[in-house]
């Protein structure tokens, strides 16, 4: 089976930092993606990994353990537009073929 | 051009109707998916279609049904729907696994058809 787990929901106040954890289990390992998501609105790319270590995108950082199964996704600065659902992504499957199975997702709330 | 565009944007439909959902890129992305998401869930699976072949069908009921007609079109002809099916119907397309190295290949989604079935 294939689990992919994060914190359901997540407040931080704005110019915060705050860590969104994901772990995961899966059949399969082609790289872990972060997407963002609106109320009402298609997920947004925000980052990816393969390898480990950590990437860094002005205020978006992420990083991933392949030997853990983990990643996080790091928010600096906290604006208020960053409330939204954060979704963690593995991409598994094989060279024909892939699928992109997301988290659980974490519904982050920033107040002023 | 980076989008992935969905019509129709809202969908009512009966129990007994038949409808089609359609998606386009123009990307070059071989690789496309159907995701359905129901109010505060992830998106989940349904469909993965590689180089316009069926790779991908994660046991999805039979009255959901898709097809792609060439490299740019991904559709998803829908009957016999229950109230149950009602969520948000997302198409994603990216460049297929035999089309990437390990450079950032993330996959791009469309905005969505909000689908009620009454």
């Known amino acids: 089976g294939q689990n992919i787990d994060q914190p359901t929901e997540m407040t931080a106040t704005e110019g915060a930092i705050v860590q969104i954890n994901c772990t995961y289990q899966t059949s399969g390992f082609n790289g872990l993606f972060w997407y963002q998501q609106h109320a009402g609105e298609a997920p947004t790319f925000l980052s990816y990994?393969?390898?480990?270590g950590l990437e860094e995108k002005g205020r978006f950082s992420s990083f991933l353990s392949r030997s853990k199964g983990y990643s996080y996704l790091l928010l600096k600065e906290l604006q208020m537009k960053d409330s939204a659902s954060y979704l963690c992504?593995?991409?598994?499957?094989?060279?024909?073929?892939?699928?992109?199975?997301f988290g659980t997702g974490t519904r982050l709330q920033v107040f002023p | 051009d980076t989008e992935v565009t969905q019509t129709p944007k809202h969908l009512v439909m009966g129990m007994t109707n038949k409808k089609s959902l359609k998606c386009e890129q123009h990307m070059g992305h071989r690789a496309m998916y159907w995701y359905k998401q129901k109010a505060k869930k992830p998106p989940e699976l349904m469909f993965v279609?590689?180089?316009?072949?069926?790779?991908i069908n994660e046991s999805v009921p039979s009255r959901f049904s898709p097809e792609c007609p060439n490299s740019s079109l991904l559709n998803l002809h829908l009957h016999a729907l229950q109230p149950e099916d009602s969520a948000l119907y997302l198409c994603a397309s990216s460049p297929h696994p035999r089309d990437r190295g390990l450079m950032n290949t993330e996959a791009f989604f469309g905005q969505g058809t909000r689908l009620t079935v009454v």
């Open positions: 279609y590689s180089y316009e072949k069926l790779s």
């Open positions: 990994n393969v390898l480990d």
């Open positions: 992504a593995v991409r598994g499957g094989s060279y024909n073929t892939d699928k992109l199975i």
